[in-house]
């Protein structure tokens, strides 16, 4: 039960609320503290919220500050605009830089990694409003924390594979930790989550409708913050969406297809499964990741079987090697090319076809680098 709180406090927390929403700052990111709680904006609206390498070195130190104060209990992060809240990382400045040789296009992976096992080691509770797009960089400073809330506006999709990436920021982590093979059936094809969807399979911890997010926030600006009593607030709003859930999860008619089609360990044989159960549904998952990077695709799927059994940690260097390997092929810079700049979707991949991508070429993304280059965390 939520009781009444001293007008002092409402009118605290209305500053709060009116401030993240109505900041006119030409800051990238807003960062306050309110009582026992942080709480982090990320501020570039009019680029839905994309994550920069300044926007990162910015939120990395004040978190270990925070983190290591006795007066902070809680993080709260979301983004401001009604479109995002992060729809993922600069990656067109990134590209720029990896195509010239820059530091940008090491230190930008390296710092955002560093940033993403903070979030997934913090030692207070890290609350994520996941309002609006949510993808790649948005999804690894949110689904790692102890809360994510979605609302009926969140998209959310990992769709690396579709530039000539993968999908980083731990998601080989969190995917081969969804139900079943949904993991892998999200990464492979891009698939977007919306709204209820993010809470249905397990990317989201509650679903708040967006007309309750400023008397959510407020109300947690003054709240307890122990795990438990969050869990509580948090539940109480859901309980009070519920008129304005879609209860069906859109996924749902399909799981048992996902979780066999797509058990498999070679983006081959999940093709083979695809085309031989014949379905509409599997012939246009097959027609979709037909199109995406075939070098993309296998060490997504190696990423994900390996990152199963590994700590947050590990899969990060290792998504650190990949990274690096990514910005010395062709694909991700063709896949940037076709997709976000030029925007004629017509790629070209290389190799072009799965058979061609051997395992010596997968082994050479997963391969250590030097040791003056390998990702190093914090102690």
């Given amino acids: 039960m939520l009781h009444a709180l001293p007008r002092s406090c409402v009118r605290r927390m209305i500053t709060v609320s009116q401030h993240i929403r109505n900041s006119s700052s030409t800051s990238e990111v807003l960062m306050q503290v309110k009582g026992d709680k942080a709480l982090i904006t990320l ?3 009019k680029a839905l919220n994309a994550l920069n390498l300044s926007m990162i070195r910015q939120i990395y130190p004040q978190l270990r500050q925070w983190e290591n104060s006795s007066n902070i209990k809680a993080v709260i992060i979301n983004g401001s605009g009604e479109k995002a809240f992060c729809a993922g990382g600069d990656i067109v ?16 992976f390296y710092e955002e990694y560093k940033l993403n096992n903070l979030i997934g080691s913090l030692k207070v509770p890290w609350i994520a ?15 790692h924390g102890t809360f994510r809330i979605c609302n009926e506006k969140t998209v959310f999709a990992m769709p690396e594979c579709g530039i000539g990436l993968f999908p980083d920021v731990g998601g080989g982590y969190f995917l081969p930790r969804l139900a079943g093979e949904t993991g892998t059936f999200l990464s492979l094809t891009g698939y977007r989550l919306k709204g209820t969807d993010v809470l249905h399979s397990g990317v989201a911890t509650h679903f708040v409708h967006s007309k309750f997010n400023e008397e959510l926030l407020e109300t947690l600006v ?32 399909h799981l048992t297809k996902i979780n066999t089609l797509f058990n498999a360990n070679t983006v081959e044989d999940i093709l083979k499964n695809l085309k031989e159960e014949g379905s509409d549904w599997s012939k246009k998952q097959y027609e979709t990741i037909e199109r995406m990077s075939p070098s993309s695709l296998k060490i997504t799927l190696r990423l994900l079987r390996e990152g199963k059994s590994l700590s947050l940690m590990d899969v990060l260097r290792i998504e650190y090697r990949l990274s690096q390997g990514c910005m010395a092929n062709n694909d991700f810079y063709e896949g940037v090319r076709a997709l976000l700049i030029d925007k004629d979707n017509k790629t070209s991949w290389k190799p072009a076809k799965l058979e061609d991508v051997t395992d010596d070429i997968v ?8 040791e003056n280059r390998e990702l190093k965390f914090d102690s």
């Fill in 363 to 370: 082994n050479s993304y997963f391969k250590a680098l030097p």
């Fill in 222 to 253: 003054t709240a307890e913050s122990g795990k438990e009593e969050l869990n509580k607030i948090f539940c109480e709003f859901q309980k009070r969406s519920e008129g304005e859930m879609k209860s069906d999860f859109s996924l749902a008619p």
């Fill in 93 to 108: 400045a990134v590209t720029n830089a990896g195509k010239k040789k820059e530091k940008l296009a090491e230190e930008f």
């Fill in 43 to 45: 501020n570039r609206p």
């Fill in 129 to 143: 409003f996941i309002n609006g797009i949510t993808m790649g960089g948005g999804v690894g400073l949110s689904v």
